[in-house]
Structures are given as structure tokens and as C-alpha cells.
């Protein structure tokens, strides 16, 4: 998982590729897979370059920060 923060507000993305789960690396404003290089933008998750649907977004967990601390945000 990569902790950030976008615009000011903590994410918390999961680190794994849509097309067939490879592992994500951060290379600036971008995770990039090591396996056949699908490319996705952080701030919007949107895909950029690479294999797989361009419309699928990264998985983004639902988490909030409450004084200074992340938390996971359970949603029934
Ligand atoms: S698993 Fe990442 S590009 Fe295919």
C-alpha cells in the first residue's frame, strides 16, 4: 500500500495492477508496473499507458486522518 497525500488529502492505494495484480512502484506522479509497464496517474488513479481496460482506476482504501493518526474507515 502507498500512503500519500493528493490536494492536501491522505490516500491510501493499494500498490497492486489491475491487469493481472503485478506489483506498483511510484515514479513521481505516476505507479508503474514492473511487469509490462501499465502506468497510472495518482491523483485520479485513471490509467495512462499499458495493458488492461484505461478506465479502470486504482484501488484507493477509505481512510481518514483524526489527530494526526490514519484510520481505516469500515463501511457496512
Ligand atoms: S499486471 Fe501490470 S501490466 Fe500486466
Do not use: F
Amino acid at each position: 500500500m502507498l500512503l500519500t497525500r493528493i490536494d492536501g488529502q491522505a490516500r491510501a492505494i493499494m500498490k497492486v495492477c489491475l491487469h493481472l495484480g503485478g506489483p506498483l512502484e511510484r515514479d513521481g506522479d505516476e505507479l508503474v508496473c514492473s511487469w509490462r509497464n501499465a502506468r497510472s496517474s495518482l491523483d485520479g488513479g485513471s490509467k495512462l499507458a499499458g495493458p488492461g481496460h484505461p478506465d479502470l482506476p486504482l484501488l484507493h482504501l477509505p481512510i481518514k486522518v483524526i489527530d494526526g493518526v490514519v484510520n481505516y474507515v469500515h463501511k457496512d
